[in-house]
């Protein structure tokens, strides 16, 4: 019985080991003969128009408590944003509350005179032609000034895959010249890196207006046509020869 026993072990490890003998070994890379390679580097600026803007109201309160500041400085925010909704600032539109700021003012002997309360409204919009229209509101609303214009492009990542798309493209171009010069010819990408890509960066328009004269100020205060942003791309490619 026991030399049986034996047998069987043996069997089984044997089994084993074939078993393990026959697997499958795992498929090497294939390697790339840089020798018939060309790489360049390129890279591409697409500029595109502004199709958004944003605008911000500042609201400013004053008390003899800290309580009375920030009370009264929350009925003038709502007031601010609720002459925004009236002028159509809603759906497709970003409106949002900065956080309240509370002070305290004092005369040149450091004499308590009152506390100073301060907040921001800024609107965000895809309508630049409202532009006007949404400055008048919030100053009519209560805005104590308006200010931090800012214009960017909406669509950031389709922005930089244009300029990706154009980085290639000259890429091809260069590795083309470079192949040519010695009778050869360009074949695929086998290769690609991308660095140094950037989306559009958003434009702050210089000026603040005070409420006084924000509404009389809003032609000079909005450019006659929105700038011109550009998103960049860089990339590295190695092409095969032919």
Same mark, same amino acid.
């Given at each position: 019985?026991?030399?049986?026993? $034996?047998?069987?072990?043996?069997?089984? *490890?044997?089994?084993?080991? +074939?078993? *393990?003998?026959?697997?499958?070994?795992?498929?090497? %890379?294939?390697?790339?003969?840089?020798?018939?390679?060309? +790489?360049?580097?390129?890279?591409? /600026?697409?500029?595109?128009?502004?199709?958004?803007? /944003?605008?911000?109201?500042?609201?400013?309160?004053?008390?003899?408590? %800290?309580?009375? %500041?920030?009370?009264?400085?929350?009925?003038?925010?709502?007031?601010?944003?609720?002459?925004?909704?009236?002028?159509?600032?809603?759906?497709?539109?970003?409106?949002?509350?900065? $956080?309240?700021?509370?002070?305290?003012?004092?005369?040149?002997?450091?004499?308590?005179?009152?506390?100073?309360?301060?907040? $921001? !409204?800024?609107?965000?919009?895809?309508?630049?032609?409202? *532009?006007?229209?949404?400055?008048? %509101?919030?100053?009519?609303?209560?805005?104590?000034?308006?200010?931090?214009?800012?214009?960017? !492009? $909406?669509?950031?990542?389709?922005?930089?895959?244009?300029?990706?798309?154009?980085?290639?493209? *000259?890429?091809?171009?260069?590795?083309?010249?470079?192949?040519?010069?010695?009778?050869? +010819?360009?074949?695929?990408?086998?290769?690609?890196?991308?660095?140094?890509?950037?989306?559009?960066?958003? !434009?702050?328009?210089?000026?603040?207006?005070?409420?006084?004269?924000?509404?009389?100020?809003?032609?000079?205060?909005?450019?006659?046509?929105?700038?011109?942003?550009?998103?960049?791309?860089?990339? +590295?490619?190695?092409?095969?020869?032919?």
């Amino acid at each position: 019985m026991k030399a049986h026993g $034996s047998k069987r072990s043996v069997g089984i *490890l044997v089994a084993a080991v +074939t078993a *393990l003998v026959v697997l499958p070994q795992p498929v090497r %890379a294939q390697e790339i003969d840089f020798t018939n390679t060309v +790489t360049v580097a390129a890279g591409a /600026s697409v500029e595109m128009p502004a199709d958004e803007v /944003s605008v911000g109201f500042g609201v400013r309160e004053t008390g003899p408590t %800290a309580t009375d %500041a920030t009370r009264a400085l929350a009925a003038s925010t709502q007031a601010v944003v609720d002459a925004l909704r009236a002028a159509g600032v809603g759906q497709g539109d970003e409106l949002s509350v900065g $956080s309240v700021r509370l002070g305290r003012r004092t005369d040149r002997f450091d004499n308590f005179i009152e506390y100073v309360a301060s907040s $921001s !409204v800024r609107v965000k919009t895809g309508d630049l032609d409202a *532009l006007g229209e949404i400055i008048d %509101a919030g100053v009519a609303g209560g805005a104590d000034s308006v200010s931090g214009l800012r214009y960017s !492009v $909406s669509d950031r990542t389709a922005a930089v895959e244009q300029a990706l798309v154009e980085a290639m493209k *000259l890429a091809r171009k260069k590795a083309t010249i470079l192949a040519t010069t010695d009778g050869r +010819t360009v074949g695929k990408a086998i290769m690609i890196s991308e660095f140094d890509s950037r989306p559009p960066r958003a !434009v702050a328009v210089r000026g603040t207006r005070s409420a006084g004269g924000a509404t009389a100020d809003a032609a000079s205060f909005i450019p006659t046509e929105p700038p011109i942003l550009d998103a960049q791309a860089r990339i +590295t490619v190695t092409f095969e020869l032919i």
